[in-house]
């Protein structure tokens, strides 16, 4: 990922890093508010989804990393639904610490670091931490949120800031073209969005193989495992169906001879018009 930032994005980022520096009370919550209204706009029809059950609220005594902060009380927070780039752990920092906030989601088990993954919200508002930072471009839709309106939000935040070109997505090369395999291979081990053509759909063993490449073994590949298969058939997406079609896929970039990322959600993979321009579809 790039820190590089256009002039389009330095108003929302300027916005970002006052917070660090309002250090009263009444500084701190009107600087939230502010944050909030800069990208209300934008995502106030997708700013109700994501209010799932209460768990629990807090003070962010710090940063960990990029995604997950620590509350006073000890506990860790992972904010999911989203992947960092550059510039998140910067821009969590100046909008998260020493502020009172509030976790929802569907379920506050541990994961096997600790931490409780969460939907965030400060203050009042009702518009999460992950939309904000998406709609500044400061992080990437990780599509790992089941919940279909909470997901669409979370998208169509990235999408605002795609068109806009905000943060990250001041970055050309921040989306991958599948038929540049060599630029991809290169990301491995990361979390990139391609986007490209399906040249073919087939089946091998156990798992299926979108192809956006003529030589398989080498060009840009999507795997999805048999065990997945029924997730695409629930929610109405027939595999063979986008050969041919443009799509724009999200995930971690594997693979020794050709990049491959292995599709495990349907958010994952998203249907491009025929005549779309690239970059911009929530």
């Known amino acids: 990922m790039t820190e590089c930032e256009e002039a389009s994005s330095r108003p929302a980022t300027l916005e970002l890093r006052s917070t660090h520096n309002a250090t009263s009370p009444g500084n701190v919550k ?78 506050d088990t541990p994961d ?31 599509a790992e949120i089941a919940d279909k309106d909470c997901a669409a939000a979370l ?22 073209n599948a038929e540049s395999p060599d630029d991809i291979l290169a990301e491995i081990g990361r ?17 299926t193989y979108l192809n956006f490449g003529r030589n398989w073994t ?3 590949a999507v795997t999805i495992s048999r065990r997945i298969l029924p997730v695409f058939e629930s929610a109405g997406v027939a595999l063979k169906s986008l050969e041919n079609r443009r799509v724009r896929v999200r995930g971690w970039v594997e693979g020794t001879t050709g990049p491959r990322i292995d599709v495990r959600l349907v958010g994952q993979v998203e ?3 025929a005549s779309e321009p690239t970059g911009v579809r929530p």
């Open 271 to 273: 249907l491009l018009g």
């Open 30 to 107: 009107r600087s939230i508010t502010l944050i909030a209204l800069l990208v209300a706009s934008h995502i106030t029809a997708h700013a109700t989804p994501c209010q799932f059950e209460s768990q629990g609220e807090g003070r962010v005594a710090a940063i960990v990393d990029a995604r997950s902060v620590r509350l006073d009380d000890g506990r860790e927070i992972r904010l999911t639904g989203i992947e960092p780039t550059a510039t998140t752990k910067q821009a969590l920092t100046s909008l998260l610490v020493g502020h009172d906030v509030t976790m929802r989601g569907t379920d």
């Open 191 to 207: 979390f990139m969005v391609v986007e490209g053509k399906v040249l073919s759909v087939r089946q091998a063993g156990a798992t």
């Open 155 to 176: 998208m169509a935040s990235e999408a605002e800031a795609r068109r806009q070109k905000k943060g990250n997505w001041a970055d050309p090369s921040a989306i991958k």
């Open 112 to 142: 096997r670091y600790g931490r409780q993954a969460a939907v965030m919200f400060t203050g009042e508002t009702d518009i999460s931490v992950q939309a904000i930072l998406l709609a500044q471009g400061e992080a990437i839709v990780a």
């Open 218 to 220: 080498r060009g840009f």
